[in-house]
């Protein structure tokens, strides 16, 4: 069973940064792709960055292109979200996702999730 806990929301100001985590467990990761969506107060959950486990491409949403970054540790089965210039519109409960084999940006197509981190950006 795929277990994924976040980790690392907060309080922040706008213009400062954030390193969200999500531990992964419960099986090997190699064919999976890794996702973050976010979803802010009476919106849809929305795509933010994926990546591919093995390989390591990484695919963003045009909203957060050159201010997040997304990785992985394989040897801690751990993905990240490093986000730096946050801004009031990034506030939001981010999740962490996971699905086989192909990258898809509905999160009606992930199989599994955790249970989210809270992201608050004052201004």
């Known amino acids: 069973q795929v277990h994924l806990v976040e980790s690392g929301g907060g309080l922040v100001q706008a213009g400062g940064s954030l390193r969200l985590s999500c531990a992964a467990s419960?099986?090997?990761?190699?064919?999976?792709?890794m996702t973050w969506f976010r979803q802010a107060p009476g919106k849809e959950r929305e795509f933010v960055a994926a990546i591919f486990w093995s390989g390591g491409n990484t695919v963003y949403a045009d909203s957060v292109k050159g201010r997040f970054a997304i990785s992985r540790d394989n040897a801690k089965n751990t993905l990240y979200l490093q986000m730096n210039s946050l801004k009031p519109e990034d506030t939001a409960v981010y999740y962490c996702a996971a699905r086989p084999d192909l990258l898809r940006f509905r999160p009606q197509e992930y199989d599994y999730w955790g249970q989210g981190t809270r992201v608050t950006v004052s201004s």
């Open positions: 419960g099986r090997t990761f190699n064919t999976y792709v």
